[in-house]
């Protein structure tokens, strides 16, 4: 059973630089979860049906974006990631992010988002294959991803979340003992690979239970919204496109901090959390349908747009060909909205001459914008239009959904120009 263990804090060897509060010895209590069962616990009727539902309306927004999936993936989980930051007291753009990954460069936060990204697509498609066993070295690969700067492996002291100072004792949440964690994270990582059970369910327990053990010093909040998809992935809950479930969190931190409260409440409030999460997912789903119907209506807008100048400025023909580049780069920008020339000529095949030649006349169209150094000089190519998007549905995850102009979300981004 669950239990709180108490524990002697004396820093004696870390006071350098701590105030009087934060060098006072005493004792704390770290909790230790309940390791998981491969069958799903018994839930009350009104999880259940919030589970159930939950799961219903999943199949059916990844049925309706079908296809087109597969390139909203990357933006749904840019999104996801610039909310991870800001729940993590970050501040990044969805332009800064798309520049820094394209560029390889920036400032901290925006490479640690990249990180975060990357991350993410790396244990969707390392650990979502039901057939593989998944481990805790896979876990602790994938924390690594996230935090290169750290040297990979399970944390060998004791941790704590939140509070005023730096000490257990003035600590929101004290994780399990560092002895605990080895047996804890091997006992997840049998749950994660199991997929029998309302995924739902498996995934919302999954993220509760990696984020009360906490296994890491850091990254731990990135690490275990990554694996959510995971779960989803493996038990064949979404096929075409991921869902960004915990960005809906980043709406309300003091509700998502509360849920995994309840979580660890003696005896659970599992029911709570499960029907908290059960929400997150039904409103995460609906907008990631209206921002695929939204890309679809830019790109009918962005190839009126180019016929329109090609028509005006005499060009034939009008409507490029499939094969021409300025055709091959505006079917790119719904998936990568950060261009520059070096990239189009290894992606396409195509001559820097061509390339340039493209992406200018994209600029001139109005579809492309250009973004330069301190210096003046022109680094890349940015289809504002796509990223403004992928701005208002991280807007609209974390206000409840829908237009955010008249709700902006608490500390959050200006409302885009669309």
């Known amino acids: 059973m669950a239990e709180y263990i108490e524990r002697l804090w004396n820093p004696v060897d ?34 259940n049906e919030a589970a159930a539902d939950a799961l219903a309306v999943l199949a059916r927004a990844d049925e309706r974006i079908g296809a087109s999936g597969k390139y909203l993936n990357h933006l749904l989980i840019r999104s996801e990631s610039i909310s991870s930051s800001w729940i993590e007291g970050n501040r990044i753009t969805p332009k800064k992010l798309a ?41 602790v690969a994938l924390q690594h991803v996230i935090e290169p700067s750290l040297s990979p492996g399970l944390r060998t002291e004791q941790n704590w979340v ?67 998809h995971t779960v989803l992935k493996r038990a064949d809950a979404v096929r075409n496109t991921l869902i960004p479930i915990s960005t809906v969190f980043a709406g309300n931190t003091d509700a998502y901090i509360g849920g995994l409260t309840q979580y660890r409440a003696i005896p659970t409030q599992l029911d709570d959390w499960i029907i908290a999460f059960a929400q997150a997912t039904e409103l995460a789903a609906a907008n990631a349908v209206r921002l695929s119907e939204s890309i679809s209506r830019v790109d009918t807008e962005e190839r009126e747009r180019l016929t329109a100048y090609r028509t005006s400025h005499g060009k034939t023909p009008s409507i490029p060909r499939a094969n021409a580049v300025i055709r091959k780069i505006l079917d790119l920008l719904p998936q990568e909205p950060v261009l520059t020339t070096q990239h189009i000529v290894k992606r396409l095949g195509c001559s820097p001459t061509a390339a340039h030649l493209a992406l200018t006349e994209l600029n001139e169209a109005g579809i492309l914008g250009r973004t330069k150094d301190q210096k003046g000089k022109l680094v890349c190519w940015t289809a504002d239009h796509y990223l403004s998007l992928v701005a208002l549905t991280e807007r609209s995850n974390r206000v409840g959904g829908g237009d955010t102009f008249g709700n902006p979300p608490h500390l959050g981004p200006p409302r885009p120009e669309l």
């Open 162 to 228: 939140g509070g005023a100072g730096w000490s257990p004792l003035r600590a929101d949440f004290i994780p399990p003992p560092e002895t605990e964690v080895a047996q804890l994270v091997d006992n997840l990582a049998q749950f994660l690979t199991a997929t029998h059970g309302n995924p739902i369910v498996r995934a919302a327990i999954a993220h509760a239970q990696f984020e009360t053990i906490h296994p890491f010093i850091d990254g731990n909040g990135r690490t275990g919204r990554a694996l959510i």
């Open 14 to 47: 870390e006071t350098a630089g701590l105030g009087r509060r934060d060098r006072k010895p005493g004792r704390y209590l770290a909790y230790i979860p309940d390791e998981l069962k491969a069958n799903l616990p018994q839930l009350s009727t009104e999880a």
């Open 99 to 139: 520049i820094a990954e394209t560029l390889g460069q920036g400032g901290r936060v925006a490479l640690d988002v990249v990180a975060n990204v990357r991350a993410t697509e790396e244990a969707i498609s390392k650990l979502s294959d039901p057939a593989r066993d998944i481990t805790t070295a896979d876990i």
